[in-house]
């Protein structure tokens, strides 16, 4: 009797407790306007959740976005990005101008910038951090983006000139095509080297270079008995003109590279500190900062306390007398921080899917706008049986994304390579591309719309005529002779992951009768695999762009060792985008970039699944911060308004909304150029 | 000191673990230039034959110096463990005293009241720390105290209060072994010989109790505390992801996940170490608290 | 300690065990509820397939019917996200949980006691070697050791018996149950280690005790008087610890399938279950309540079994 009294007692308790947490948890449905605690902190110091532990308080070194976002308080470049569109507005540079070609520019300092020393920025220190960013020491994650500088690669890559007879070996004489360069401001000793004829540049490494130079026997032939040059840091091509002009050249036209300038790689670091500390420059006692904000405190894992610094050149006009920097991961954290109304912002995609039903109930907080990332399934072109392009395409057919993008909520259904949506003047190129090769064809709109979206039944028909028949029993399907023991769907750990992999499992499996088993990996072990191209069957690709470009998406696929993971080269696809990266022409070029898209897409290496959105809160009483498609925010701009009348409201509408106090400040400061464009 | 060579041997297996683990501390996203990548080879000395390497690495640590981190630069291993080891330590020590006064409560308590419901009370108490997982006790403890009685702050680290609801979760799960290991030790204890003749001496239930029977009845508690109490000093994931907390079981699993060696080694070595010499005290300490065991 | 010979004698200490057992109405309660538990888990999945045509991996084919559904009479437990009937999942996850939890107190029973038992028996430098063989093993990072394990043995290389193992449980084609072998294997590598020395430490204490010494006098070998007599005395807090062993590594399990090195979706276990529906907690509560409360009367039951069992074995049982 007494025992079944206390087994009885145990059940009671349990249900009593979780009964407890339902009613707790049913009881935070939306009740007040705003989630949880709404209130502007005192200290005028925001506090904002930003995702991993940075890496390093060095900017050239990684490529994280928690860190871009954190680097973009406390360093500055020559530009930053515009808080809405993320187009390059002035910064450090209070001007540029490009040449007829877009290969060279020249940029006009401020007089008034300075560290947060004291010291004044000069042109210099913008050569000292490229010099750094480039060498071959500096292990950096980003340098890539810097390539399109002369020689900045080479560089990097420890290669060689070739000095034969007192002359350097030319590119033109070796198969290589001279680009037609033009000079912008005056005319230097440097100048004249880097718009002489481009030199050949070759492997220092005796190995590799001897490996290269098989391939190539005229070249080997002229390297013989040559004296080799290394390629220095001051071959490459920046220069500073005087104390407050700078110049960049590159090795060719670059129409979308101005906005490139506003990437963390390209943002200036300090020689006096990097000479005096080595690698303990970042720490907080040594670090030398030049942004709006300086460091105060850093407590590795609790928080990066950030203060205005009053020797930023435009300190006036920031806001805030501090940033808070919450390095936490737990999304479920993040959300209890934020109703407790200890944060008052955070990261990107810090929603939890469940979550997202309920935040978007609070119209003044949630923002869910286009963002510049996509994800992908890539396939492994180079094995059976996805080197067939029938496969591929019967796979890519069989997939109903607009359903995908139901179940997923928040992201829109992608069919191209380049995320649809976010450029929109490529969106017209494809569409004016697109139904140039309808009239091609000659088949109706609709039937061309079909060709690309989902299509369960010619899905079935490419496997069937690929050698892998489709049954249909009752209302399913069976496809017995795919190999499915051979294959797997492979995607890193992490609940969207698994979530996207499912849903697209169980639709394969619907509509074709193929159940392609999944496999979730720990990050690391995933990267071999997937870059390595060890999985045979499908992986997961997610890409965010680097800059306000499709080339950024596009050049996924461009080259012999891409990135896209599908194994996938094409020297035709690899031309069109060269040729288009030389059109001067801003809309003729997307057209052009727009049929070298239609020409990737038509041999499938990959499956495109979503276009992702913005997924985070915001506190109604932080103004100036926006949801542009890379969630980068230039923190100056960020302020609290403490009359919860001017809060903003119905945020969907917040790029529209005016905000005479943003959009002044924003005005003011791209005066500068406008004034130099006109 | 036979502390030491132990270390090293567990040094030596986990460095030989990180070298076959696929992936390396700087595999990323993007790819890395092939110079870029043979410059690190080269730094890190990753060109060199694998037995240079492991020379290398062990005469490092046998110095005590395990150098910087790979993946957060500019910070040295031995930076890392003392900055966050009081974070782990303060919340592990509190949390394993709180389980202590619970378990040892409830054990004792049920034990003299074997199957009478002073018995299954305690006991199912107990028992609820070690059903519901720490990662669902948690969250229904911050709606419960956070966000209904308003109580505690519901993650971050920051004064006392913010304390009390990641020493509750923790000292949960290890209450309810306490309790559980000291109830089936002492009830074994109760019926043994010495036992039975203190109390035919005529000494009292309680004196019985507390000056022979806790002595031995608590042994597989103590068994159990030299691993426990080392695993709680190097940090527990799920508390410190939830209520955001810098302690060092985190930092451990990112530096696994991270592949960054140095890290890993570094707190490798410094929870062996805290393992061997927590297990050294728990052996000497049988021979104090069991007059039955003799060291030959 | 007239019990021990009986043990020896071969008398019917076992059946006293078993009527003691039975008295102890909680512990009989906590029995049927574990027989109900397996052969829910063995069973209950065909039944749910014949009865509604629900398995824990089948999606509505209508996408409206894709989301997270309360309980219903046709979903009992309701649905998840991808609209799989919960039912079904938890009963699928309930035959990896426990056994993974079945394999891992094996594992520790059988390794651990045995151990244990030889280290303290022995004792000295026998004792000394063996034990810090198990502190060597404890402090190398077993996700370290899964890692390495998983990548080893879980590429398109894994070894033909994980395969054939995994195809005669689950089905053709589960690549995802090799990776659960492998789990068990890591697990049960830990699992037993802090058992040795629980065992180590009653062993201790008993092998000055005046039966070894009469078994000895009678002439019982060193292996007679460690498997039966040592470790018959020390089966209390061995039975306590090895259902003490159950949870934790089900909580382990969990934790691995969370860095993506446990259990491969579709499947699941009640941990990643539970993992899942605490997010969902204030919006689908269902999707916690029913993998949490299985989750929690098992583990509960379990234990309560475990200290009946003890109590059971142990013939003095007395009020003190």
């Known amino acids: 009797m007494m025992e079944r009294q206390g087994y009885s007692r145990v059940i009671v308790g349990i249900s009593a407790l979780l009964i407890a947490a339902l009613a707790f948890g049913c009881a935070s449905r939306p009740s007040g306007q705003f989630f949880g605690k709404t209130e502007p902190p005192a200290n005028n110091t925001l506090r904002y959740v930003s995702g991993s532990e940075p890496e390093t308080l060095d900017p050239q070194i990684s490529d994280g976005q928690p860190e871009a976002r954190i680097y973009m308080a406390i360093y500055e470049g020559l530009v930053e990005c515009d808080p809405k569109d993320q187009q390059p507005i002035p910064a450090i540079a209070k001007s540029w101008e490009a040449s007829p070609n877009l290969d060279e520019f020249v940029f006009h300092l401020r007089d008034n910038a300075k560290w947060s020393d004291g010291k004044p920025i000069t042109a210099r220190d913008f050569v000292y951090s490229m010099r750094r960013g480039f060498s071959p020491e500096t292990i950096s994650r980003t340098a890539q983006l810097g390539f399109f500088i002369k020689y900045a690669e080479a560089f990097k890559s420890g290669f060689v000139f070739v000095k034969k007879n007192g002359e350097f070996l030319l590119e033109k004489d070796f198969g290589g095509v001279e680009k037609d360069s033009q000079r912008i401001g005056p005319e230097t000793e440097f100048s004249k080297f880097l718009h002489s004829p481009a030199r050949v540049t070759i492997d220092g490494d005796e190995k590799k270079r001897n490996k290269a130079l098989a391939a190539d026997p005229k070249l080997a032939e002229a390297v013989k008995g040559a004296e080799l040059v290394p390629v220095t840091a001051e071959d490459i091509g920046v220069e500073a003109i005087d104390d407050l002009t700078l110049r960049i050249s590159l090795r060719q036209g670059a129409p979308f590279y101005i906005g490139l300038f506003a990437n963390q790689f390209f943002r200036l670091v300090p ?68 109703k407790a109304g200890s944060i008052d912002a955070m990261l990107n995609h810090a929603v939890p899917s469940s979550w997202i039903g309920e935040m978007r109930g609070y119209k003044d907080e949630y923002l869910n706008f286009p963002e510049m990332s996509t994800a992908y399934y890539a396939m492994n072109v180079t094995k059976p049986p996805f080197d067939d392009i029938r496969i591929r395409r019967a796979f890519s057919l069989g997939l109903d994304r607009e359903a995908l993008s139901s179940f997923r909520k928040v992201t829109k259904p992608l069919y191209y390579m380049s995320p649809t949506g976010v450029f929109h003047d490529y969106d017209k190129a494809m569409a004016k591309v697109s139904e140039e090769k309808r009239a091609e064809k000659g088949v109706s709109p609709e039937e061309w719309a079909k060709n690309i979206k989902f299509d369960p039944e010619q899905a079935r028909k490419l496997l069937t005529d690929a050698g892998f028949p489709v049954a249909k029993n009752g209302d399913t399907y069976s496809c017995p002779t795919f190999p499915t023991d051979k294959v797997t769907l492979t995607f890193n750990t992490n609940e969207n992951n698994r979530s996207i992999a499912e849903f697209v499992q169980s639709q394969w499996k619907q509509n074709m009768g193929i159940t392609v088993p999944l496999k979730t990996m720990e990050f690391k072990t995933f990267l071999p695999f997937f870059k390595g191209l060890e999985y045979s069957g499908f992986s997961q690709l997610l890409w965010s762009g680097d800059y306000v470009d499709p080339y950024s998406f596009l050049s996924l696929e461009y080259g012999k060792a891409n990135e896209g993971g599908s194994g996938f080269y094409d020297p035709k696809f690899d031309k069109m985008l060269d040729d288009a990266n030389s059109e001067l022409d801003m809309q003729k070029r997307y057209e052009m970039v727009a049929r070298a898209e239609f020409y990737l897409m038509d041999q499938v290496p990959v499956i495109p699944l979503t276009v992702n959105a913005t997924n985070w809160i915001k506190k109604p009483y932080v103004k100036g911060m926006y949801p542009n498609p890379g969630t980068l925010i230039p923190w100056k701009f960020v302020y609290f308004e403490k009359d919860p009348a001017k809060w903003d409201k119905d945020v969907a509408n917040i790029f529209t909304t005016p905000d005479p106090k943003f959009d002044k400040q924003l005005e003011d400061l791209k005066s500068t150029q406008q004034a130099v464009a006109k | 000191m036979i502390i030491v060579p132990m270390a090293l041997i567990v040094v030596t297996l986990t460095w030989g673990l990180i070298r076959i683990a696929p992936g390396n501390f700087y595999s990323g996203e993007k790819k890395l230039p092939a110079a870029v990548e043979a410059t690190i080879r080269k730094k890190y000395g990753l060109d060199e034959p694998w037995y240079k390497q492991y020379g290398m690495m062990i005469s490092n640590v046998i110095r005590g110096d395990f150098g910087d981190s790979l993946k957060y630069q500019g910070q040295t291993v031995n930076e890392i463990i003392w900055r966050h080891l009081p974070y782990s330590a303060t919340i592990g020590i509190l949390a394993y005293l709180l389980a ?143 209520y955001a907390l810098p302690g060092l079981g985190d930092i451990f699993i990112k530096a696994v996940l991270n592949r960054d060696e140095p890290l890993i080694l570094g707190i490798v070595a410094f929870l062996s170490i805290l393992i061997m010499l927590f297990n050294l005290i728990v052996d000497i300490s049988y021979g104090f608290l069991d007059p039955r065991i003799r060291y030959e | ?166 195809t005669t449980i689950g089905g053709a084609g589960n690549q995802g149950l090799s990776q659960l072998f492998l789990l068990f294997f890591a697990l049960g590598l830990v699992s037993w280690l802090t058992m040795a020395r629980v065992v180590r430490g009653q062993i201790l204490s008993l092998k000055n005790q005046e039966f070894v010494m009469a078994a000895k006098a009678t002439g019982v070998g060193t292996f007679g008087i460690i498997f039966r007599h ?39 276990s009640w941990g990643s279950l539970a993992d899942i529906g605490i997010k969902n907690l204030a919006i689908f509560p269902w999707q916690l309540i029913f993998p949490g409360l299985t989750m929690a009367l098992t583990l509960f039951s379990l234990n309560f079994l475990g200290d009946g069992i003890r109590d059971a074995l142990d013939p003095q049982t007395r009020k003190f």
């Open chain 2, 100 to 242: 202590l006064a619970i378990g040892l409560l409830a054990g004792t308590y049920a034990a003299m009241k074997q199957n009478s419901v002073l018995d299954f009370g305690p006991m199912s108490l107990a028992m609820l720390g070690l059903s519901v997982p720490n990662f669902v006790l948690a969250p229904i403890l911050v709606i419960f105290f956070a966000f209904t009685l308003y109580l505690f702050p519901p993650a971050r680290w920051g004064g006392p209060s913010s304390l009390v609801l990641p020493v509750i979760t923790l000292a949960a799960i290890y209450a309810a072994y306490i309790a559980r290991l000291t109830r089936a030790g002492m009830l074994e204890v109760l019926r043994s010989d010495y036992i039975r003749t203190a109390r035919a001496k005529g000494l009292s239930d309680w004196t019985v109790l507390f000056r022979h029977a806790f002595r031995g009845g608590i042994l597989p508690v103590i068994s159990f505390t030299g691993p426990a109490l080392a695993a709680l000093l190097a940090g527990t994931v799920v508390v410190e992801k939830v």
């Open chain 3, 1 to 166: 300690m007239a019990e021990n010979l009986e043990t020896l004698s071969g008398s019917s200490p076992w059946r006293d065990a078993w009527k003691r057992l039975r008295r102890n109405k909680l512990a009989v309660v906590s029995l049927c509820f574990l027989i109900v538990m397996v052969v829910a888990v063995v069973i209950g999945p065909v039944i749910i397939y014949s009865a509604t045509g629900f398995t824990y991996d089948s999606t509505p084919t209508d996408n409206a019917l894709v989301r997270s559904l309360p309980p219903s009479l046709l979903h009992l437990m309701g649905t998840d996200d991808q609209g799989r009937d919960m039912f079904a999942r938890v009963l699928q996850g309930g035959r990896i949980s426990l056994m993974v939890g079945v394999i891992s107190t094996l594992v520790s029973l059988i390794v651990g006691v045995s151990y244990g038992a030889i280290a303290g028996y022995f004792g000295g430098r026998i004792d000394n070697v063996m034990m810090r063989i198990v502190d060597v093993i404890y402090a190398i990072p077993y996700i370290l050791i899964v890692i390495v394990l998983l990548s080893v043995f879980g590429g398109p290389s894994t070894p033909a018996w994980i395969q054939w193992l995994s």
């Open chain 3, 230 to 268: 040592l470790i018959p005395n020390a089966l209390g807090p061995v039975i306590v610890y090895a259902t003490l062993t159950v949870p934790s590594v089900m909580l382990t399990e969990a934790f691995l399938s969370f860095l993506g090195l446990g259990v491969q979706a579709p499947y699941a």
């Open chain 1, 271 to 338: 020689a006096q500190s990097i000479e005096k500390n080595g690698k303990n420059w970042t720490r907080p006692q040594n670090i030398v900062t030049n942004g709006p904000f300086r460091v105060k405190e850093y407590r590795p894992y609790d928080v990066l306390s950030l203060e205005k610094d009053p020797n930023y050149w435009d300190a006036a006009n920031v806001h805030l007398d501090g940033i808070e920097f919450y390095p936490i991961e737990e999304l479920s954290t993040i959300m209890n921080l934020y």
